[in-house]
């Protein structure tokens, strides 16, 4: 069966520190990997997402960046952080070609102060 | 733009009542829809689903309902029970291929005893 971890589960960072939360995705091959960030009151709003090893599409300008360095792993990234950043991001799969069901990840609570 | 609208924040339901939770889209190319519950601090789970060329789709107590005259569906649980007290997401696909879904902001389901 498929299985998807994010971690940390919760971040507290000052502004201007750097960022990084992993993902990693077993049990399929090619998945294509997405990053979403659920903020008070805007639901969840999709920032990245990848179709392979190295291919990003951003779907928002921001101050965030993302990188697929193995089939299953996907990693998201600031150099430095803004109090906007503050959020719930959730990492998610869906199986290769067009999206259909997505399956997502436990979320990782991000503040910063 | 936001493709995929649910209009209501919260939803109060007494327990062993019918909860309708609604949504309205603006696309009427979608080719699916699909509902996620969000526990707070889990990731979102897939719920249910309806293809557009359906009008009802059933599974136990949850019903999704399709009125593509109107580009608006509802989710029917009944009976509500407490375990169904959380965040509910109506989703769509969104531009199609691999780019992810497309969320409304979602309705806070509370189920009162």
């Known amino acids: 069966s498929q299985t998807i971890h994010q971690w940390p589960a919760t971040l507290v960072q000052p502004v201007g520190s750097p960022l990084s939360l992993e993902c990693t995705v077993e049990g399929t091959s090619n998945p294509n990997l997405y990053w979403y960030r659920q903020a008070a009151g805007r639901g969840l709003q999709l920032l990245f997402y990848?179709?392979?090893?190295?291919?990003i599409s951003s779907e928002v300008p921001q101050n965030l960046s993302a990188s697929r360095p193995q089939d299953r792993q996907f990693i998201l990234s600031s150099k430095k952080l803004l109090l906007s950043d503050s959020g719930f991001y959730l990492c998610?799969?869906?199986?290769?070609?067009?999206?259909?069901?997505?399956?997502f990840g436990e979320g990782s609570r991000l503040t910063v102060l | 733009d936001q493709q995929v609208k649910q209009n209501s924040p919260s939803l109060s339901v007494q327990e062993g009542r019918i909860s309708i939770l609604n949504c309205d889209y603006t696309?009427?190319?979608?080719?699916?829809f699909l509902w996620y519950k969000k526990y707070p601090a889990e990731g979102p789970t897939f719920l249910i689903s309806i293809s557009s060329i359906k009008d009802k789709n059933e599974d136990g107590r949850f019903t999704v309902f399709l009125n593509k005259s109107a580009k608006h569906l509802s989710l029917h649980i009944v009976p509500s029970q407490p375990g169904d007290s959380a965040v509910y997401f109506c989703a769509a696909p969104g531009r199609g291929g691999a780019d992810g879904l497309t969320f409304g902001k979602g309705t806070h389901l509370i189920i009162q005893p």
């Open positions: 990848s179709v392979g090893i190295g291919q």
């Open positions: 998610a799969w869906s199986r290769t070609g067009n999206t259909g069901e997505l399956f």
């Open positions: 696309n009427s190319m979608f080719d699916y």
